[in-house]
């Protein structure tokens, strides 16, 4: 999961890709298949979300519509992820100029 939001964030474009590109692209750096890296993602959300990931999601990001009531698709919790880290980078920058 990391590395998928760390990939993402740099490269926003692998979320239209994701089981042809990004889960390749894990599965060869850590020699396994996309298979299991799909999987094992699906297993962190799945295990983060039954401990309170729901509660914690809709604290970090808000829960305006009450999306975050069902659980996420591996993308959509990385994107969300990712798009709210590339959000604080960018505006960490904007201060440091």
């Not at 999306?67 to 698709?73: E, I, Q, V």
Request: aromatic share 8%; proline share 2%; net charge positive.
């Amino acid at each position: 999961m990391r590395e998928a939001i760390l990939m993402t964030t740099d490269n926003m474009d692998l979320l239209r890709h994701v089981t042809r590109e990004l889960y390749p692209g894990i599965a060869k750096r850590y020699q396994t298949t996309s298979r299991q890296v799909e999987q094992a993602i699906r297993h962190a959300k799945n295990v983060a979300w039954d401990h309170g990931g729901a509660d914690t999601i809709k604290r970090l990001f808000g829960d305006s519509d009450n999306r975050y009531t069902d659980k996420p698709t591996n993308r959509a919790l990385i994107a969300l992820v990712a798009d709210q880290l590339r959000f604080e980078r960018m505006y960490r920058q904007s201060y440091t100029l």
